[in-house]
């Protein structure tokens, strides 16, 4: 009977190890699953369906975002993957078919995207996306605003190293959003609705307006450099008490 169980024991594992290592493989090659491939600049896209020839106006403006970033390096190459259909960005995401997009930081950097409309230049939100019948919440966040940000998430990664877990949130995606939005933000603005509580500045609903709030307060108030804040990363309680003594009349 121990004989016949360690033989099933055995094969089990085997089976796991073996698909373990299949879907590595299948992460860090997926451009099987993706008939469609454009090569543009610094960039390649993938897609299961046909890339419109638009994809390089949004891949120039994301470029001309990020090149302002302390940490942009000319030589890195980026590949999207854009899943039109949910069950590819399910594969490739574990699961998180609620994301805009997924970069793979610390694994293949390899940037996943959910539908999108390249002509309109617009990401299509998933149906449980608290904002996604609120046109406010997309008008700075165009496509152009997700391919950014997830570059950005790149360029934090060739700087970083493969460990973001590291660093808190807000910082990893407050950075995101400050260099993707490229000064469309209102500090002032947005500091008011956090004090009133609005949705738009809580990250639980999906946006990372607060962290980027917290983000501008250190490059724009203080003058430091996103190195200077990777290096020296104050705790969220004490920049959260901070911004929240701020009051803007």
Not at 9 to 23: D, E, H, P, Q, V
Not at 92 to 119: E, L, S
Request: glycine share 4%; charged share 25%.
């Amino acid at each position: 009977m121990k004989q016949i169980i360690k033989k099933h024991w055995k094969r089990i594992t085997f089976l796991f190890f073996g698909l373990a290592i299949s879907y590595l493989f299948l992460l860090t090659f997926p451009s099987v699953f993706f008939a469609y491939k454009i090569e543009y600049k610094q960039c390649t896209v993938y897609s299961d369906k046909p890339i419109d020839d638009n994809i390089t106006v949004i891949i120039d403006d994301a470029i001309g975002r990020i090149s302002k970033s302390e940490l942009y390096d000319s030589t890195i190459h980026f590949n999207f993957f854009i899943c039109n259909d949910i069950w590819r960005l399910s594969l490739f995401t574990q699961g998180n078919t609620n994301a805009g997009a997924v970069t793979q930081y610390d694994f293949t950097r390899n940037i996943f995207f959910r539908p999108c409309d390249i002509v309109e230049n617009k990401i299509i939100p998933a149906e449980s996306w608290y904002f996604k019948n609120d046109s406010l919440a997309f008008i700075d966040r165009p496509l152009i605003y997700y391919f950014a940000h997830e570059m950005t998430h790149v360029l934090q990664s060739q700087y970083t190293g493969r460990g973001h877990w590291r660093y808190p949130t807000w910082l990893t995606e407050g950075y995101a959003d400050y260099i993707a939005k490229d000064g469309e933000f209102d500090f002032n603005k947005n500091l008011t609705l956090w004090h009133d509580k609005a949705p738009e500045l809580d990250p639980t609903k999906g946006l990372y307006r607060l962290y980027h709030l917290k983000i501008a307060y250190l490059l724009d108030r203080q003058n430091k450099t996103i190195k200077e804040i990777y290096e020296h990363t104050p705790t969220d309680k004490i920049l959260t008490e901070v911004l929240w003594a701020i009051r803007h009349n």
